[in-house]
């Protein structure tokens, strides 16, 4: 499966758009690109995912570029609860089992 | 919402003893995860299973068992537990199983947290 990169923090005011950045520059053309968080050591939530068009649910929307080697997760009006660890991970084909680096620390401030 | 449920939700034990952490699931998912996490690291995949009867050893080494003879059961046990074990285990399911299916969502339990003196 493809590798991820992503900052290893982020600050967002509440209220306003958190993007959390992610690029995959070796992602191949049957992986997809998934989001989840963590919050507090809890179990990981599957957020949203996608494989070349931008997808939007209740929780977030996931913009992925044309060339598909990078992808900004974008919660529209953060809230304090959306203090977590967001993971961004690339994955598919046969195996298909999901692989997590050490992800973006979102910390969301009053 | 997930219906994934994990017990104990902690556990302190000692050096030696044999335990077990459950993990069951009501959504009928065929695959299921076992997934070790130090705080504050990242999580690391431990165990899979594909269905009943299929178990499958993750991207990290572990002294651990599973077994899974019921579809929404995928328990893992310890023989004898050391300190080394201490750690957070975290159980998920997906619903494709197949060896050739993609990768579909996964749900996670609450987890359990392992403390071995």
């Known amino acids: 499966d493809a590798k991820t990169t992503q900052p290893p923090s982020m600050d967002c005011a509440e209220g306003r758009a958190a993007n959390l950045p992610c690029n995959h520059s070796t992602i191949s053309g049957n992986e997809y690109v998934y989001w989840y968080r963590q919050i507090h050591s809890q179990g990981p939530q599957y957020i949203i995912h996608?494989?070349?068009n931008n997808e939007t649910n209740e929780m977030a929307s996931l913009i992925i570029t044309e060339d598909r080697k990078s992808s900004t997760l974008i919660l529209p009006h953060a809230t304090l609860r959306d203090t977590a660890v967001y993971y961004c991970i690339v994955a598919g084909g046969s195996q298909g089992n999901l692989i997590f680096g050490k992800g973006t620390k979102l910390s969301v401030k009053p | 919402e997930a219906d994934i449920y994990q017990t104990p939700r902690y556990l302190v034990i000692g050096t030696g003893k044999k335990i077990t952490l459950e993990c069951s699931q009501t959504m009928g998912h065929d695959k299921m995860y076992w997934y070790q996490q130090d705080p504050g690291m990242e999580l690391h995949l431990i165990h899979y299973?594909?269905?009943?009867?299929?178990?499958e050893k993750g991207d990290l080494s572990s002294e651990s068992t599973v077994s899974r003879i019921r579809t929404e059961h995928f328990p893992l046990t310890l023989e004898s537990a050391r300190p080394s074990h201490t750690s957070q285990y975290l159980c998920?399911?997906?619903?494709?199983?197949?060896?050739?299916?993609?990768?579909?969502?996964?749900?996670f339990g609450p987890g359990t947290r392992l403390t071995v003196l």
């Open positions: 299973s594909y269905g009943v009867n299929s178990t």
């Open positions: 996608g494989l070349k």
């Open positions: 998920a399911s997906s619903e494709l199983g197949g060896r050739e299916a993609p990768t579909d969502t996964q749900y």
